[in-house]
Structure formats: C-alpha cells, structure tokens
Nanobody, 115 residues
Framework: QVQLVESGGGLVQAGGSLRLSCVVS????????VGWYRQVPSKERELVAA???????SYAEFVKGRFTISRDNARNTVYLQMNNLQPEDTAVYYC?????????WGQGTQVTVSS
C-alpha cells in the first residue's frame, strides 16, 4: 500500500522560508509524477508545483520565482523549497503521486505565515 508522508510545515513570519518534504513508500517512485497542492478552508485544492517522472517542472503563477520543487528518486522524496513566504501562502500543503489514472495523496502539512 502506497504511503505519502509530508513534513516540514510550521509557522513562519512573512518573508521567511520553509522546506517541505514528502517521502513515498510502498510503490516505485521514479515512474510517477509528483506534485504539491495546497488548500484553504472553503476553497478547492490547487496545484502549487509539479515535477514529472522525467524531471520536467511546472509552477503555479503565484509561486513562480519563490518556490522550487525537486525530487530525489534515490530517497523516494519530493521537496518544496518555499522562499519569501507571504500570509496568502497559508494553507495545508499536500503531496500527490500520480501516473495515468492512478493517484495517491498524503495527509497534508500545515503552513502558516504571519504578517
């Protein structure tokens, strides 16, 4: 059974940085696309950044230049380096693993940015 475990969230002041990690177990990691999504109450979950199985990266416009996604296939881990965090980045951040019609989610990690 696949498991995705996020970590690295927390409380940070505006302008600060956090690094999220998501460790995947129970399934081969390298053949899958992975990404980070975020969600705030009463809103839909939205894509933040993704990296394909081939290493191609994509970002939402609202994080370009501030966030960087990376993956380490040897460690079955995907990272999200978040710099210059702003209060509007406050959300629960989720890791997603997918390939074709198959996908799995992590349990989420809270990121709170104070002004």
């Amino acid at each position: 059974q696949v498991q995705l475990v996020e970590s690295g969230g927390g409380l940070v002041q505006a302008g600060g940085s956090l690094r999220l990690s998501c460790v995947v177990s129970g399934r081969p990691f390298s053949p899958y696309n992975v990404g980070w999504y975020r969600q705030v109450p009463s809103k839909e979950r939205e894509l933040v950044a993704a990296v394909s199985r081939l290493g191609s990266k994509s970002y939402a416009e609202f994080v370009k230049g501030r966030f960087t996604i990376s993956r380490d296939n040897a460690r079955n881990t995907v990272y999200l380096q978040m710099n210059n965090l702003q209060p509007e980045d406050t959300a629960v951040y989720y890791c997603k693993l997918w390939r074709e019609e198959s996908y799995s989610w992590g349990q989420g990690t809270q990121v709170t940015v104070s002004s």
